[in-house]
C-alpha cells in the first residue's frame, strides 16, 4: 500500500551490464517539499538510475520506491509520477494538443487537461503545430505538459532545461520551486550547474556510479572554507587584529594593500577592522560555488590530459562529505516494465488521489484560458498550478 509522502527512496541501488558496473550501491533519499539536483559527469549512471527509478531497467540489486512502492506496484503511476527522460518521443505529425489527447484518452482524463498543461508550459498558442516542427525548446515543454496531465505529486527530469533559452529557463526554474513548495517531490537532473544551484534545495552527486555526496547543498557549501578579500586603509593592523582573534590564514594578494582571510566572515573582519581603527575600502566574501565543488568530487572519470604546467585536479574518496541520515529501509520490491519508452507518463494509469494544496501562481505565467469548462466527474479540481495557471 501506498504511504502517500512523496518520498522517493534508492536502497543499495546496482546495475551491472555485462562488465560494466553502471550503477553500485546508491542510496539516497529524496523528500517532498524540496527540489534535489541528481549531479554527475556523463556516463556517471545518472540515467539508469532514473530509469531503474521509474521501472524502465531492472537492478541486478537493492531496490527504488516511490510513495514507500516499487514503480510497477502503483497502480496508476501517472496520477503518483509525472517523468520526462527524453524529449522526443512525439509523432512528427500529430499536433501538440492531439499528442496530449492520446494521453488524456488513456489516463481517462477529460480533453480540456490537454489544453490547461499546454497553457502552463506556454504552448497554447503552438498547440495545433505539429509536434515534428518544434524546437528542441518547444519539445521539452511539450515533454513537461505530458508529465503534469495527472497531476502527479512527483516530478522525475532528466536534463529539463535542455534547448530552453533563458527565458524559458527562468520559468522553469520558479515553476519548479513553486510545484515542491506546494508540498510536492522534485528530482531533476541536469548539467547546467550554474544554473541548477539557484533551483535545488539538496543536492545527489555521483560518479563512477557511486554517491560522492548527498545532503543539503548548504551543508555541501559548508564543507568548503570561505575566503574574504578585503582592501583596509592599514593592512598591517588589519593583519594584527586578525591574528588577536585567532584567524591566522592571511595572505596578501596582488592587488595593492588587499588581504585574502581564509576561515573568516565578511562581518568578522569589519568588526575586527573597527576595533583596529581602520578603514576599509572594499571588502568582498567569496565562496566555492557548486562547479567547483562538483569537479573536486567528481574529476577523473572521463578527463583528459592536463595542459602542460597545469596540475590535475584531486578528487576526493566517496562518502567523504557529511550525508543526510541514510533512507528509510522499505519492504524490498523490484521494478519492471510498464512504463512507456517516451519517458513519460503513459496511460491505463489507476486512480491516485491528488496532494493537498494548490500550486502557487507564478508571476510569469499567463493568465487562465477564458471560459474554462467545469472538471469532469473523476478528474480531481485542480490547484492554482493547474487548470488555473
Do not use: C
Request: hydrophobic share 35%; no cysteine; charged share 15%.
Amino acid at each position: 500500500m501506498q504511504d502517500g509522502s512523496g518520498r522517493i527512496v534508492v536502497n543499495n541501488l546496482s546495475k551491472t551490464f555485462g562488465r560494466v558496473n553502471a550503477v553500485q550501491n546508491l542510496s539516497f533519499q529524496v523528500e517532498p517539499g524540496s527540489v534535489t539536483g541528481f549531479l554527475g559527469p556523463n556516463g556517471a549512471g545518472k540515467t539508469t538510475t532514473l530509469r531503474m527509478l521509474l521501472g524502465l531497467v531492472t537492478p541486478t540489486a537493492g531496490h527504488a520506491t516511490i510513495n514507500g512502492q516499487p514503480f510497477n506496484h502503483l497502480g496508476n503511476p501517472g496520477r503518483v509520477v509525472g517523468a520526462v527522460l527524453e524529449a522526443q518521443g512525439f509523432h512528427p505529425k500529430r499536433s501538440a494538443r492531439d499528442h496530449l489527447r492520446v494521453y488524456t484518452a488513456a489516463m481517462g482524463l477529460p480533453d480540456q487537461r490537454a489544453d490547461e498543461v499546454l497553457h502552463l508550459v506556454g504552448l497554447r498558442e503552438a498547440s495545433h503545430r505539429s509536434a515534428g516542427a518544434f524546437s528542441l525548446g518547444m519539445k521539452q515543454r511539450l515533454a513537461l505538459a505530458t508529465a503534469l496531465l495527472g497531476d502527479p505529486q512527483v516530478l522525475v527530469l532528466d536534463e529539463p532545461a535542455n534547448g530552453l533559452d533563458p527565458e524559458g529557463i527562468a520559468w522553469l526554474r520558479g515553476f519548479l520551486r513553486s510545484f515542491a513548495g506546494s508540498g510536492r517531490t522534485v528530482l531533476v537532473s541536469s548539467h547546467l550547474l550554474a544554473e541548477i544551484e539557484q533551483t535545488i534545495d539538496q543536492v545527489v552527486i555521483i560518479s563512477r556510479g557511486q554517491t560522492m555526496f548527498y545532503g543539503k547543498l548548504d551543508d555541501l557549501r559548508g564543507t568548503q572554507q570561505g575566503q574574504v578579500l578585503v582592501e583596509a586603509g592599514n593592512p598591517e593592523a588589519l593583519t594584527n587584529a586578525l591574528r588577536g582573534a585567532g584567524l591566522t590564514n592571511i595572505s596578501p594578494t596582488q592587488h595593492g594593500n588587499r588581504l585574502a582571510v581564509t576561515g573568516a566572515t565578511a562581518r568578522q573582519i569589519g568588526d575586527l577592522a573597527f576595533q583596529a581603527g581602520t578603514p576599509i575600502y572594499w571588502l568582498q566574501e567569496e565562496r566555492a560555488d557548486l562547479e567547483q565543488m562538483f569537479f573536486r568530487l567528481t574529476s577523473g572519470q572521463y578527463s583528459g590530459a592536463p595542459l602542460p604546467g597545469q596540475q590535475p585536479p584531486q578528487q576526493l574518496p566517496p562518502q567523504q562529505m557529511p550525508q543526510q541520515m541514510p533512507p528509510q529501509q522499505y519492504q524490498q520490491g523490484t521494478p519492471s516494465g510498464g512504463f512507456p519508452q517516451q519517458g513519460t507518463p503513459s496511460g491505463g494509469f489507476p486512480q491516485q488521489g491528488t496532494p493537498s494544496g494548490g500550486f502557487p501562481q507564478q508571476g510569469y505565467q499567463q493568465p487562465p484560458p477564458p471560459q474554462q469548462q467545469p472538471p469532469q466527474q473523476g478528474w480531481p479540481q485542480q490547484g492554482g498550478w493547474g487548470g488555473n495557471a
